[in-house]
């Protein structure tokens, strides 16, 4: 028989997991929004969402509001397009040796 698993999970529109609600290789699904979370912890833990919103595809779809604390990974750059809000109490860090650009 094969083994049911099942995520930590939230149906309630626009809530993601706290750091201390998942253990580092966790995840966590919110089905209204459709939305999968996991917790990374480089130094610095925080939750980050692991969403395609079409980026297999020539077309990548990004939130306009960011509702995690993110940081850029060393030696990398960002692109934003449009708006972006960062969610009250939420940080974007960005390293020495990073760019992030919004246009």
């Not at 094969?2 to 706290?18: D, E, F, M, Q, Y």
């Not at 089905?31 to 990374?40: R, V, W």
């Not at 939420?90 to 990073?98: D, G, K, Q, R, S």
């Amino acid at each position: 028989m094969a083994n049911t698993i099942k995520l930590r999970r939230s149906a309630v529109a626009g809530k993601t997991p706290a750091v201390g609600d998942l253990q580092l290789g966790e995840l966590a699904l919110n089905t209204y929004d459709g939305k999968l979370y996991t917790k990374k912890d480089n130094g610095t833990a925080s939750i980050v969402e692991l969403s395609g919103g079409g980026a297999t595809g020539p077309v990548t779809e990004t939130s306009q509001v960011i509702s995690s604390n993110y940081e850029l990974s060393t030696g990398k750059n960002a692109l934003s397009v449009g708006t972006v809000e960062i969610a009250a109490t939420y940080t974007v860090t960005v390293p020495a040796n990073a760019t992030w650009v919004i246009v």
